[in-house]
């Protein structure tokens, strides 16, 4: 007789077998051997289960002394098996290892002889009960069945090959059984419905083991065989949920499930494995309607299981309809199953079968009018303009996210990409048909449509990857949406048809470039400011001439007046820079905040950066300011101050020395009641002339180059149309660019043009100026508004969220990055953006816009329903007023706890940027905001608890995060689609990157603003690892010897920021050379050594660098000789900047053919006494920095010599470093370069 421990045996026996076969000198004839005993076995396993659980085993003396013996043989085999074959392997001496696997093979061969005696008995066997089993021992048992049903469906005796079909129809069939009940199990809050399944279940489990088990031992028998064909055909049926009576079961429990947002995944496996199920037998002749019915049969079921919380009266009787519908079906395909097909069977079972499909389509548009949440077409109509290139933006995200293997649930991966194929026929077919936009009401009215449908299937391919609706839900939108594409494709045709002979434009393509980009230059950047001379003086006068005492000068004028600009000429004018030892630059703004104030002016008097200062309070900071000024004569521009806090709040910070400091104000209100605190002088502002509006119109216009005679009269019109405002001046030179030489086009401008209320004329210019903005710069445009008005734009950052938000078109020949820095420069050129800041390549490193400018972008942004800017006061009164706004993009201006907590669930919102704060978020900002694709958190505080919450978001493609986080979680690898990286890490400055990070194939920029910990991981290819979208990469931590692991796992990266520890557990050691010359795409390369103290560098590897680097940066290391000429040899160096650089002998030499294209140059607190150069060095030097070099004793006079020199800084260095400049400046000036600036504080 069979016990437990027989069964247990047979288990210890298979899993010593197994660690054989892991054996790595493991022969082949042995391994052999071992997988025909482990078949055999698990048969054995299955045959003890089954016979432990009959109820008549005990009767039949003959099987239960087979048994028995079979046992004892185990038994024995099993006490020496594992330890004579490790012998046999290791020594290859086999001879106990052969002796008791063929006594075992023997005795099994033997008890299978005594079962094939007893056959008769064990079928009947099949149809007398069993006894109960715990669910535990249903689930091992059906493993062991599923098992044993694979080996005999891949056996290749010829025999058991006959019901191979039938084999492996049932292992799929126990699969799904196996599955159902351990989902339901765990689900189901009515145990008797759950109990009778398990019977049922149970038993036909039970007669698929002993079906197979009798395969296996009969495969010999060809009379048995069939017998048993026969019996598993007739098993099949049984099975079969579509059997009378069996359908019902399956719902009964289905019904009874409580399932979670959670569960989606499951529910959805599940459902369509069960659908298929009942399907599975439909002849192919009714191919074209059970596609049909499968979804409809998926989605009804699917509601059964996950109905609507608010399904009560109506639902309960759409519930009955339900379940009724999917009783018929199954009803209609048993009958179909069993009826013998003839050409009127096949006809009677079609009609029937529609018939079944209207009941469905029936059903379906109830639950869709009821439950389902249609968007309206406003809720997806963003910018207009968002043409063809939006779409190319949508196809490539869902191209990534299918190639990307995403979680998608059973069958809604199938309507996804049908998606895809509907709207990239949609966009062949916008391509074949219409080529262009005109003004025509009907064509624009299709556009928005279509712009509309397209940002639908957007909304719902994404919700299809995340778990907050359910996957019925799902598919009925993605269904509606591919019918909303092939209307749309209708419509278009019979309008393109309709206007074939007209000219039309319909499409903007974002991915061609406006020609204008290729005329950007720096030049048109940086030109001088036309006008304001003789204001200039006066301001100049007023700030360096008069009392020593601490005075206010206000410069006051209406919005496009151009105060700035006045401002920004007396504030680079180098008489200022000459007089005053520190200038400060702050912008104010109506957004004025305390605390960015007073960093931004601190960060340009001191090195410090934001991120030295993050744990300052408000408190030390202002006292760090002061203490920067004290003795010093400053001057301080505030510009754009719109009421009296500012200056309240920040005048402690500006002492009076008694040395004629200064502070510039820029404001649009006369007069404040700080005139009562200080000695205050107010200069009003003038229009500019006529003839001074001509002139800045001409210069904006055509540059250097001369006006057309016959555009003479209409440009001063237009420059009359002006009323003096020189930003109206400018915007309308932007718009009379595109087409300069046009006399019909300057007609239209000036006609546009009205001549109302100067400030009310800039708003009609900015429309006007904006209509005829290129489609694809619109968004980039409208963007700008996002950012405060005192807040210097980060020029990189900018077109990373571009690039991130899909406005910048994807081409195959250029890197977005390069593409969106040309849209900013068309921005540029349309005098739309101001340059703030420059790189020291010279390239653009800041913007800003103008504060008008900035509020038509919001009010535009708001209009097209693009962007929108949230203030805490929107919900003082009403925390639900959250409820009305549906952008697309939005901005917060303070607290977001009451808009995320008055806000639906899984909202349509696709960007998030947080303007101010420092406040904490919690899970329900996530939970809220989940179809998110930009999330720039920057300025709030995240704790590392926040961050597994924040994986939820797996549609981001642009992250930045700032706060206490030690470490990334693993699961950021489920941020398949993320781009741009970005995480602040406060105090310690370190963080851990995990080695999932090497699967997220998307990324492009990582920017660690800490000490990055990257984990290599274990795996077992490298290729595997390697990164070949990553361009940027910050701060990295090397180390050692796997530094060149993790370079050559970035094959691609142009720009890395690294350091490189001299001790502790990450130092270099061995490592005697660092090649990054094996990135051959590397540009920028910023170096840091860690170790020693303030001055004793640290002992570190020689570099290799690759010669295309362009740019430069070290740090607090030791550079001999040789080293220095290394770098000088590059020929591609462009910039150089030299930190706490300790030099041999203290000399920096510099050999001739050296630096031949070095631009700029800057030392900061390096150690080394003279500079050895040659008569010309550095022939194309423009920029020359040298901060608390204060062993240095002059800069050589060679440097006269260099005729490229724009600027010299001088800061903190010994009183005849700045004797030498003097010098320089003036032997510059006396040849000419009129240009250069000399800077010493």
Known sequence: MVNSSFLAVLVSTTEQLARLGDEPSLTDPMKDQIQKLQMELNFLKMFSWCWLKFEEAGKNVKLNFAINTISSAVEVANKHLYSAGLWAIRTKRGRNWRLLTSNLLKNVEQFKSEIRKNCNFLLNFLLNSIKSSTTVEIYDFMDIIIMNLKDLSDTEDEQIASVYKQTRALEEKLRFIRKFIDFTVKRCYEHQKLEDSLVHLHSCANKVAWLSFLCWVNKNDENMQCRINIMLSDLHKEIWPCAPGITGMYLEVLKALKVSASDTLLVAEIVADFVNFLLENLPAVFIDRIEIIREGLIIIIAFLVDSPEDCEDDGDKLLTQADAIVTEAASLFYSIFLEEMNENVVEEKKFLLSEVIGKIERFLEVVKKFYVYIPEASEFYSLRTHGIGYIDFILENLKKMLKQNCKFVP?????????????????????????????????????????????????????????????????????????????????????????????????????????FAAQASNSRIDEAVIGFDDEAETIINRLTRGSEQLEIVSIIGMPGQGKTTLAKKVYNHPSICYHFIQCVWCCVSQEYEYRSALLEMLCNVTELSRHDTSEMSNDELANRLRKCLIGRSYLIVMDDIWDIRPWSELKRSFPDNNNGSRILFTSRIQKFSWQDECKCYFHTLRPFHEEECWQLLKQKTFHKDECPQDLVEVGMEIARKCKGLPLSIVLVAGILSRSKNSLYWWKQIAFNLSSSHPTEGSMDILELSYKHLPDHLKPCFLYLGAFSGSQKIRARKMTLLWISEGFIGRTDQRRLEDVAMECLMDLINHSLVIVSERSSDGGIKGCQVHNLLREFCIMKAKEEKFLQLIYQYDFDKDPSDGRDIDMHRLCFHGSLFYFADSHRICSPVHSIIFAYGMEFVDYCFFRTFRLLKVLDMERLYLKGSDLDALMLLVHLRYLAISGSIRRLPSSIANLWNLETLIVIRRLPWSIDLPDTIWQMKSLRHVNARAFANVSLGDYEFEELCQLENVHTFSTVLCHGRDTEILLRRLPRLRKLSCIIPESGKHQVGSCKVLDFSILSELEALDLSCMGGTEFSTPKIPAFEFPKVLKKLTLFKCFLPTAAISAIGQLPNLVVLKLRNIDFAKHILYVEDGEFLNLKFLAMHHSEFERWAVPDEPFPSLENLVLTDCTKLKEIPSSFADISTLKMIKIRGCCPSVEKSAQTIYEEQKDMGNGDLRLICS
């Open 411 to 515: 069958f809604v991966k199938h309507k996804v990409v049908m998606v895809q194929e509907e709207l990239q026929s949609l966009r062949t077919f916008l391509t074949d048909k219409m080529d262009g936009q005109n003004e025509h009401e009907e064509l624009k009215d299709l556009w928005r449509r279509t712009i509309n449908v397209a940002y639908h299937a957007e909304h719902v391919t994404d919700l299809s990857l995340i778990s907050c609706s359910c996957f019925w839900y799902s598919i009925i939108c993605l269904s509606t949406v591919i019918q909303e594409i092939k209307i749309t494709k209708t419509e278009i045709e019979n309008i393109g048809n309709k206007h074939m002979k007209k000219p039309v434009i319909l499409i903007a393509n974002m991915n061609s470039m406006h020609p």
